[in-house]
């Protein structure tokens, strides 16, 4: 029973530890500022290279619902839009495994995903206002963005999917009636398939950028996909802490 409580302390340990290495690195590196991103989309470059240019800068963006649909709209490819929410999902569940072992990364700006205001392409902490970097908040992981509704309030209605969303958008279901609905519902896909239950930081997000844009594309208006990002991470958030938790209490 000891031996088996020591393993799984060792594993959250070399997690924080690995998570804190990959974060000196972030805080030595200059934050790729969103309008460059998007240069680099609307001049021609392959999705690849855009991807690693933002990789490489070891910069995360705090998208809301109706950026990734702006986003598109302004020449950004599927597969960069799907790379900006798996980062940022990834940065999350990051945040919330420190937040669950006391572990802080400071006020370390780049550290943190990058507040963003698309529709002026600006981005970073100096940029956009945001909660200030590393301000500790009660009841939820540090770095996390304002407009996320962690704690959530308890689920008073069936599940809800991206395709009831788009469903009661094509059906005329007035717009606060759908946002209503979305923030008393538990998301019917928080966490995609793969890799849910092991200990690393590449969780696949069960809502892609790609699918948010589509919705856009398909009607869905930009407060409406706001409410189901910030949903999604809300619960996305719960699930991690939850899990962590279970991990932590295995005898």
């Known amino acids: 029973m000891q031996r088996s409580w020591l393993k799984a302390s060792l594993i959250f340990a070399v997690a924080c530890l690995g998570g804190l290495r990959a974060d000196l690195g972030l805080a030595l590196t200059q934050p790729l500022a969103i309008a460059e991103a998007v240069k680099m989309s609307q001049s021609g470059a392959p999705p690849e290279e855009v991807i690693q240019r933002i990789r490489n800068a070891k910069t995360t963006y705090a998208l809301r619902g109706s950026d990734f649909g702006k986003l598109k709209g302004i020449g950004v490819s599927d597969q960069v839009l799907d790379y900006l929410q798996q980062s940022f999902v990834n940065d999350v569940n990051r945040l919330t495994l420190y937040w669950m072992q006391g572990a802080s990364l400071g006020a370390c700006a780049s550290c943190y995903p990058q507040p963003v205001d698309v529709d002026k392409l600006e981005s970073g902490y100096s940029a956009v206002p945001a909660t200030r970097p590393g301000e500790y908040e009660p009841g939820r992981p540090t770095g996390t963005p304002a407009w996320v509704p962690y704690p959530q309030h308890v689920p008073s209605a069936a599940p809800i999917s991206a395709s009831d969303?788009?469903?009661?958008?094509?059906?005329?279901?007035?717009?606060?009636?759908?946002?209503?609905?979305?923030?008393?519902?538990?998301?019917?896909?928080?966490?995609?398939?793969?890799?849910?239950?092991?200990?690393?930081?590449?969780?696949?997000?069960?809502?892609?950028?790609?699918?948010?844009?589509?919705?856009?594309?398909?009607?869905?208006?930009?407060?409406?996909?706001?409410?189901?990002?910030?949903?999604?991470?809300?619960?996305?958030?719960?699930?991690?802490?939850?899990?962590?938790?279970?991990?932590?209490?295995?005898?």
């Open 165 to 251: 969303v788009e469903r009661m958008t094509r059906d005329g279901v007035p717009q606060a009636q759908i946002i209503d609905r979305i923030n008393r519902s538990p998301l019917t896909r928080v966490v995609g398939v793969g890799g849910s239950f092991a200990v690393h930081s590449q969780l696949v997000a069960g809502l892609s950028g790609s699918e948010l844009a589509r919705l856009h594309d398909a009607g869905v208006e930009y407060p409406v996909l706001d409410a189901l990002q910030a949903q999604f991470l809300a619960q996305f958030i719960e699930y991690e802490r939850l899990r962590y938790q279970s991990l932590g209490k295995k005898k």
